[in-house]
C-alpha cells in the first residue's frame, strides 16, 4: 500500500520548547490510524505541524509523495488535508449551513450539492438543524459539525483532534460508528488523535504511541490494545 502521509524525523518547537522530537511516522491510503497519549505529549501539536502551523523545523513531511513540509497552511489544505480540530471551534455565530459551506470554500470545492448530501447522509441531525447557530448545539452535534464541515472539502486525509472529548459515551459511539462508516463506505483515510485510547485502537488499523514528543510504541490497533504497558497507562481507570 502507497503512503498517504509520512513524516520522517520531524521537530517542533514552540520558542525554546521543543514539543516533536524525531518523528517517523506513516499513514497508508485507506487507514484509519490513531494517535494516542497523554496530556501534553504533543498529539495536536504532531497534527498542527502536519498542517504547516507550527512548521516541522526539521525533518520532512510528504503527502502523496510531495514535499509540504514548509508549505504555508492554506496551500496544505488545498492539497486535501482537512483537520476538524479539538475543542470544536466552528464558527459559534454562523449557522450550521454557513458552517458546512465554509468548510467547501476554504478548500475551493464548488460541487457544493454532492458534498451536502454526503455529510447529511453521515449525520442527518446536521440536516435538522441546517438554520440553528453553531454556537447553541449541543456540544455532540457541535463535534458532528466539525466534522463534517472538515469533510466537505473532500479530503483525501482527515485529521481528527479528539472528537470525543467532553461528550457522552453514546454520542462518542455515536461519533466513532460514523468515522468507521466513513471509511469503510468511501475508503476515507485519517489520523485520529484521542485521549479515549481503548476505543481509538479499536477503531483504528493502526497505532502510534506518542510520550513527550517522540513515538515510542506503534502496532495494530489490537496489537497496542494486548500490551500491558499500553493498558497500565492508557486503558486502566482511565
Ligand atoms: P492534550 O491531550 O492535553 O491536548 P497534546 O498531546 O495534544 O495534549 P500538545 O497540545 O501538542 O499536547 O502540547 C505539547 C507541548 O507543547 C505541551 O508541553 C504544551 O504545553 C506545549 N505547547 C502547546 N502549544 C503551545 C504554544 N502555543 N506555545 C507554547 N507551548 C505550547
Known amino acids: 500500500m502507497t503512503a498517504l502521509l509520512s513524516l520522517s524525523g520531524v521537530t517542533a518547537f514552540y520558542g525554546a ?3 516533536l522530537r524525531g518523528i517517523d511516522l506513516t499513514v497508508r491510503r485507506g487507514e484509519i490510524v490513531t494517535l494516542i497519549g497523554a496530556n501534553g505529549a504533543g498529539k495536536s501539536t504532531l497534527m498542527m505541524t502536519i498542517c504547516g502551523n507550527p512548521r516541522a523545523r526539521t525533518g520532512q513531511i510528504l503527502h502523496e509523495g510531495q514535499d509540504i513540509t514548509q ?3 492554506h496551500r496544505i489544505m488545498r492539497r486535501g488535508i482537512a483537520q476538524a480540530p479539538e475543542g470544536r471551534r466552528i464558527f459559534g455565530r454562523m449557522t450550521v449551513h454557513e458552517n458546512l459551506l465554509m468548510g467547501a470554500e476554504v478548500a475551493g470545492r464548488t460541487d457544493i450539492p454532492d458534498r451536502l448530501e454526503q455529510v447529511f447522509a453521515l449525520f442527518p441531525r446536521l440536516k435538522e438543524r441546517m438554520t440553528q447557530r453553531g454556537g447553541t448545539l449541543s456540544g455532540g452535534e457541535q463535534q ?10 473532500r479530503p483525501s486525509l482527515l485529521l481528527l483532534d479528539e472528537p470525543s472529548l467532553g461528550l457522552a459515551p453514546l454520542v462518542v459511539r455515536q461519533i466513532f460508528s460514523a468515522i468507521r462508516d466513513l471509511n469503510r463506505a468511501t475508503g476515507l483515510t485519517v ?3 484521542e485521549q479515549n485510547a ?3 485502537l479499536r477503531l483504528a488499523h493502526r497505532g502510534y504511541v506518542l510520550v513527550n514528543g517522540a513515538i515510542t510504541m506503534a502496532g495494530t490497533g489490537a496489537e497496542l490494545l494486548a500490551r500491558p504497558e499500553i493498558r497500565a497507562a492508557y486503558l486502566e481507570g482511565g
Not at 458532528?144 to 472539502?153: D, E, H, K, V, Y
Open 17 to 19: 520548547i521543543q514539543a
Open 198 to 200: 481503548y476505543q481509538a
Open 191 to 193: 489520523l485520529l488523535v
Open 71 to 73: 508549505w504555508p497552511t
Open 144 to 153: 458532528m459539525l466539525a466534522i463534517g464541515r472538515a469533510l466537505m472539502s
